[in-house]
């Protein structure tokens, strides 16, 4: 083999090292460590950018959640995700698009700090379906302080699902609730048949009194039911709609 083919194959085995390690994306934390007090929604802000010409699908996974007993972690995109989803991406599967050329896009990770203090250590990775050996790995910290007296007494002392007023209604209606510990709530309707017909709340929530209205122009007449469901509580409720 010649010294210009020798010369040509190694060029090309260069570029292709450059291809590989090539930076699609550029990654930022706006703060690694966070302080705040015990019913809060502690958040890590960071943005990603496409550096490249082409369109990035980004992902985001989860690699250490490391909590307090209690404690909840969620991955956000565009959307936020429940506790237990581990990785996300820029997929419209998450609700997403991949960034386009020269496209910033905050995402964040989400600690609930429900009903105790303590310090929580999560672990996340960055990176993109084009260059998955170039990874950005970031340690979170977060600290929650005992909360104080005052705000203990505003709370509520315990869970409760009031009936939804009017009832009978036509339209709206409202549906009040109280918890006594932050945590993820949803509050869902259903037919007799218990076929889900509206999600009025799948979210974290800290601790307190909530009212939500509920419109139902696009129901027929009939019985529903609502339900509250968190970690620790679970009631349904019947109410009627009458047009």
Known sequence: MNNNILKFLSIIFLMSCIS????????TVQDTLRVDTLGTEIIFTMHVTNIS?????????????????????????????????????????????????????????????????????????????????????????????????????????????????????????????QSPVSGWQTLRVYDVLGREVATLVDEFKPAGSYEHDFDGSNLPSGIYLYRLTTRDFSQTRKMILEK
């Open 53 to 177: 010409t082409q369109d990035q699908t980004v992902y985001m996974v989860r690699t250490l959640n490391d909590l307090p007993a209690n404690w909840q972690s969620s991955l956000c995109f565009s959307l936020c995700f429940a506790p237990f989803v581990d990785s996300i991406a820029t997929t419209p599967d998450f609700g997403s698009t991949p960034l386009s050329p020269s496209e910033s896009r905050e995402i964040s990770l989400h600690v609930f700090a429900l009903s105790n203090p303590g310090t929580a250590n999560i672990k996340i990775k960055v990176g993109t379906f084009r260059s998955p050996n170039v990874v950005y790995n970031t340690n979170l910290t977060a600290i929650v302080q005992p909360v104080s007296v005052e705000d203990e007494i505003e709370s509520p002392s315990n869970f409760s699902l009031s009936q939804n007023y009017p009832n009978p209604f036509n339209p709206t209606t409202k549906i009040n609730w």
């Open 20 to 27: 590989i390690k090539a930076q699609d994306i550029t990654f």
